[in-house]
């Protein structure tokens, strides 16, 4: 049987984007100014909203994990939104996923909506070349935590400087097809005409961005049910349009994006997610994938 999310019930609290726009004024500078106000309060009030949000429990830290691996051969892993424990068959290959970090990088648009900046990955990557993703990238040892691991790759990938933004709260950990423990960062962008990308062209094809809200409505998305050691689970793919280019968002970036819109917005998406529930393999290897 198709297992169903549970859906958490998020603390009551009027989001700043829910908030009237300003009324009309008869000077366009004050018009102006009174924008720029606006928004800058606005933002203001969603940083003290999320530095709020407190992630659902983990079941175990990351010291007990390590103790549990290397005493009891059990492992520790995270699937979208939940974590579980999960036994391992006896003497199971040590299942210790490499970290990384993404980046939620949010500002408010001219429009007076909350958007998200994204990138189009370079087509002469290995892995996952030409499709959207969140800057970011796995942890290196001289990361302090993983904000930093985030910006550092944020400011690598798109040249956006750190100083620019203000990180405000981490989303639970989700797990990659790849098995890569991946924590998503969300910080908010206090200017947006203050950054200027530069792709890295290694890298980096395009820099975009797209409403934030969009992740939680049922408009411009579609679903593919796929199979995960037996248990289905649904992709999401939303198909966007940018300045007359066409986008395909799904997969993991989708999904860290819907959790994110949710939070954000408070309210949980208008569509069945169905995530699927994690089994540990017997065998972890190149094939081993979502």
């Given at each position: 049987m198709i297992s169903l999310l549970r859906i958490r019930k998020l603390?009551?609290?009027?989001?700043?984007?829910?908030?009237?726009?300003?009324?009309?004024?008869?000077?366009?500078s004050t018009i102006t100014a009174a924008k720029a106000s606006s928004q800058t309060h606005r933002l203001l009030l969603l940083a003290q909203q999320l530095r709020c949000y407190k992630p659902?429990?983990?079941?175990?830290?990351e010291l007990e994990e390590q103790q549990i691996q290397e005493a009891t051969g059990k492992v520790v892993s995270q699937v979208g939104?939940?974590?579980?424990?999960?036994?391992?068959?006896?003497?199971?290959?040590?299942?210790?996923?490499?970290?990384?970090?993404?980046?939620?990088c949010l500002f408010e648009g001219d429009a007076g909506d909350l958007r998200v900046i994204l990138t189009k990955r370079s087509s002469r990557l290995s892995t996952h070349s030409g499709?959207?993703?969140?800057?970011?990238?796995?942890?290196?040892?001289?990361?302090?935590?993983?904000?930093?691991?985030?910006?550092?790759?944020?400011?690598?990938?798109?040249?956006?400087?750190?100083?620019?933004?203000?990180?405000?709260?981490?989303?639970e950990p989700f797990l990659s097809k790849q098995l890569l423990r991946v924590i998503p960062v969300i910080c908010l962008l206090r200017d947006r005409k203050a950054f200027?990308?530069?792709?890295?062209?290694?890298?980096?094809?395009?820099?975009?961005?797209?409403?934030l809200e969009m992740f939680i409505k049922d408009e411009n998305r579609r679903d593919e049910e796929r199979e995960w050691l037996g248990d289905k689970y649904l992709i999401h793919l939303f198909d966007y349009e940018f300045e007359n280019k066409e986008y395909l968002i799904w997969g993991l970036t989708a999904a860290i994006l819907i959790r994110a819109a949710s939070v954000?917005?408070?309210?949980?998406?208008?569509f069945l997610e169905q995530n699927p529930k994690f089994k540990f393999p017997r065998v972890i290897d190149k094939d081993t994938s979502m």
């Open positions: 603390p009551f609290t009027i989001s700043p984007f829910t908030l009237t726009r300003l009324m009309d004024s008869s000077s366009s659902p429990p983990s079941c175990l830290d939104f939940e974590e579980s424990l999960t036994p391992t068959v006896r003497d199971p290959q040590r299942f210790k996923p490499k970290k990384a970090a993404v980046l939620i499709e959207v993703a969140l800057p970011g990238g796995k942890a290196d040892e001289g990361d302090k935590d993983d904000a930093e691991t985030a910006t550092r790759e944020a400011e690598e990938e798109i040249g956006l400087n750190p100083s620019l933004v203000d990180v405000v709260t981490f989303l200027k990308p530069i792709p890295n062209p290694a890298e980096v094809e395009e820099v975009f961005d797209a409403p954000v917005f408070q309210k949980p998406a208008a």
